[in-house]
């Protein structure tokens, strides 16, 4: 396959994402920003169509989350490993009402990481998440992420399931200091 | 800040800021502040907290964005929205014309055991509002203040708003809606004419 004749390439998967997610009615995007998201929240944010808004914490978006689909909204949370920790007991309102959340979470501490402090709350992102009955799936290619995003989206909107893809950091790449 | 007691009732506040209410949305915050919302008359238009503290503000905040159309009212306590202060930043940078909060501030944690609050010490919830950039934040302490609470309720407003309501830090009877969330949620959206899901 010539790179004219590819269908994509990996470092478009922002570009993916946001297509994907379009196209499962997504119309509101909260955010904690983290350098893996950035492209995505850019996009996210410069669509008409969509309603952004920048958290102080992260568990703030499963709340916002869970009003857009009481007025009838589908959004999207987005947030690195370190704020899943800040998220557990806001995942009570999702698991108690049974409202759909759709979260993408980019893992730090994991792969080449330089920042020993990211390391603990990483271990301990998907038993987190896992506790408070939160689905989780991981990505660690491209094509995997798009393809899992997609589904997770229908997973949470049409089934009403908590869903949290988590995006390996080997994907994300080596952050430089 | 009041350094004397308060002289309004909970109970007659949050009555008088729903007795007009019209098609207005409604969140509560978890305890006193969703048995006064009920004590008020059940409405499908009400979704009430059992948990989640520090969220009501932002799930009024959610509802608020995916509805534009729809003037959304989030009742809670003090005790509730300090949990959730970092919210009041997020909502001030979202800048949603159809949000109120109302603080139904006992200066306690009534829910617990009276505990005095931050409020009680000197903490101004509605100056951290003011200076998270709400198109309006107020203090009442008298029915006069509460008044022109309800009064601007019913206009529109260019931003978020934010009214504490300093109450008397005496808990009535409880009035307890149902407890469960997936009843309340699937009613709530029916009322705004969706599937549940």
């Known amino acids: 396959m010539t790179a004219q004749t590819a ?5 478009d998967w922002p570009e993916e994402l946001h ?3 379009k196209a499962a009615g997504v119309r509101h995007m909260s955010y904690v920003p983290d350098a893996g998201h950035a492209a995505l929240i850019r996009l996210l944010s410069a669509d008409p169509e969509v309603t952004a808004t920048v958290l102080t914490t992260e568990e703030e978006g499963i709340a916002v989350a869970a009003g857009a689909w009481l007025g009838g909204g589908r959004s999207v ?20 009402g049974r409202f759909p959340l759709l979260m993408l979470v980019t893992m730090r501490g994991e792969w080449a990481e330089f920042n020993p402090w990211q390391v603990p709350m990483s271990r301990a992102t998907q038993p987190t998440l896992e506790a408070m009955g939160v689905t989780v799936m991981r990505a660690e290619t491209a094509r995997d ?21 988590l995006i390996g950091q080997r994907l994300l790449g080596r952050k430089v200091w | 800040m009041t350094t004397t007691e308060p002289q309004l009732a909970r109970r007659d506040v949050v009555a008088a800021l729903l007795r ?17 919302v ?7 238009g009400n979704f009430y907290l059992w948990g989640a503290m520090g969220g ?25 929205q300090l949990m959730g202060m970092g919210g009041l930043a997020t909502i001030g940078a979202g800048g949603p014309r159809n949000l109120a909060i109302a603080v139904i501030d006992n200066q306690h944690f009534g829910e617990t055991g009276m505990q005095a609050s931050h409020t009680g010490r000197g903490v101004d919830l509605a100056g951290v509002a003011t200076a998270c950039g709400f198109a309006s934040a107020v203090t009442v302490s008298d029915a006069a203040g509460l008044a022109q609470v309800c009064e601007a ?45």
């Open chain 2, 153 to 197: 309720l019913a206009r529109p407003a260019d931003g978020p708003r934010l009214a504490v309501i300093k109450v008397r830090s005496v808990n009535p009877p409880r009035s307890l809606p149902i407890r469960d969330a997936v009843a309340l949620k699937t009613r709530f959206r029916a009322a705004l004419g969706l599937a549940p899901n």
């Open chain 2, 20 to 36: 007009d209410r019209g098609d207005m949305l409604v969140v509560t915050g978890l305890g006193s502040p969703a048995y006064d």
């Open chain 1, 19 to 21: 297509r994907v997610l």
């Open chain 2, 38 to 44: 009920h004590a008020a008359g059940d409405h499908d």
């Open chain 1, 77 to 96: 949370v987005l947030m690195q490993s370190s704020g899943v920790g800040n998220c557990i007991n806001m995942l009570s309102l999702p698991a108690m």
């Open chain 2, 56 to 80: 009501a503000a932002l799930m009024g905040l959610g509802l608020a964005q995916a509805r534009p159309d729809r003037r959304v009212l989030v009742v809670t306590g003090d005790g509730e």
């Open chain 1, 7 to 11: 269908e994509r390439r990996d470092e």
């Open chain 1, 145 to 165: 992420l798009v393809e899992s995003v997609e589904s997770a989206a229908a997973l949470a909107f049409t089934a009403d399931q908590q869903v949290a893809v």
